[in-house]
């Protein structure tokens, strides 16, 4: 029997090999990147992003933690998953995300639930899925607390962000989240999960959704973290 499970894992292998996250080389099953891009990681400083502290220490209402920055290998495996829809680099990616923070918090931090950024129903239709709920399925399974993907609803479609200016971008999102059963939330810390952390602005007005509607604390972590400054997107 074990032999057979062996034999037919070796099948699977040939057909659908394990590939390297960032450049795609086939790798072993069990790794996650090739000798070279495991050496050359854009990891982010294991601090959060807007007060620059250890999350033990951190200072925020809402602390933030990204893992890469959002470069070339990251940037092609953030793509993948989102506009050819590979699950593999989700999983992946929450695995490091998870990595990301119980290192951090030596077992400091604990989340009762999991909670996606969510998509306007009319842009999940168009792409069929979500990388966000993709990455914090998978998130939960690593971190053992309960996934919510309906816990936030976007209520109405807004602009793309990255087109307007700051004040623009606040504006363009009031209003525009709303949870869906607050008694699933209430009392609760939340880890809120994106795929790309950019200027916060939807993070943070998700956070607040949250906090507003009485989670108890609310946690983002995001696969990566762009190095736009706000100048560079007005
Ligand atoms: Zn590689
Ligand atoms: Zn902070």
Redesign the pocket.
């Given at each position: 029997m074990k032999r057979r499970c062996k034999k037919a894992e070796y099948f699977w292998h040939i057909f659908f090999p394990n590939r390297c996250l960032f450049c795609e080389r086939p790798i072993a099953a069990d790794e996650v990147f090739c000798p070279q891009c495991e050496k050359e990681q854009p990891l982010l400083p294991p601090t959060?992003n807007?007060?620059g502290?250890l999350i033990g220490q951190?200072?925020?209402s809402v602390?933030v933690f990204s893992v890469f920055r959002y470069e070339e290998g990251v940037k092609r495996a953030i793509r993948a998953m989102k506009f050819t829809g590979d699950r593999v680099v989700a999983q992946k990616l929450a695995q490091l995300m998870a990595d990301k923070l119980v290192a951090l918090s030596e077992d400091t931090l604990s989340f009762d639930c999991v909670v996606p950024v969510p998509m306007h129903k009319k842009d999940r239709k168009e792409r069929g899925f979500s990388q966000s709920e993709w990455l914090a399925e998978a998130l939960s399974e690593q971190i053992s607390a309960v996934c919510l993907n309906d816990a936030i609803q976007k209520t109405r479609w807004t602009k793309k962000q990255l087109t307007l200016t700051a004040q623009e971008r606040k504006r363009n999102l009031i209003d525009a989240f709303a949870v869906n059963q607050p008694e699933q939330i209430v009392g609760k810390s939340v880890l809120l999960v994106d795929d790309v952390y950019t200027t916060g602005t939807t993070v943070m007005e998700n956070a607040h959704v949250l906090l507003n509607a009485g989670a108890r604390a609310v946690t983002v972590c995001t696969a990566a973290k762009t190095t736009f400054t706000e100048v560079e997107l007005l």
């Open positions: 959060c807007a007060c502290n951190c200072v925020c602390p």
